[in-house]
Nanobody, 121 residues
Framework: QVQLVESGGGLVQAGGSLRLSCAAS????????MGWYRQAPGKQRELVAV???????NYADSVKGRFTISRDNAKNTVFLQMNSLKPEDTAVYYC???????????????WGQGTQVTVSS
């Protein structure tokens, strides 16, 4: 069993900041990339940011310069620091991990349950 548990969402005014956390636990052999996706009402889920096990990062153009992804490999945790938030950042944010399950030893995608981020204007 593998679990990804997110925290840190909430309601914030435009221009404010939030920090999301996601901790992976369970039958994990190793984790490759970890990332954050978001889904706004009526829209498809989209990539926000991703970070490799070595620390390489990639961001959606819409969040470059405002969001920062980081991870703590020792704690199997990924973070998303969100600054200068805009109303269009409002969405459910999902954590994703590409990891090796101890039982299967093949890479697979795992998802968190999602955390709501609401930015008021």
């Amino acid at each position: 069993q593998v679990q990804l548990v997110e925290s840190g969402g909430g309601l914030v005014q435009a221009g404010g900041s939030l920090r999301l956390s996601c901790a992976a636990s369970g039958s994990i052999f190793s984790i490759n990339a970890m990332g954050w996706y978001r889904q706004a009402p009526g829209k498809q889920r989209e990539l926000v940011a991703v970070i490799s096990s070595g620390g390489s990062t990639n961001y959606a153009d819409s969040v470059k310069g405002r969001f920062t992804i980081s991870r703590d490999n020792a704690k199997n945790t990924v973070f998303l620091q969100m600054n200068s938030l805009k109303p269009e950042d409002t969405a459910v944010y999902y954590c994703n991990a590409d990891l090796f399950h101890i039982a299967t030893m093949v890479p697979d995608d795992y998802w968190g349950q999602g955390t709501q981020v609401t930015v008021s204007s």
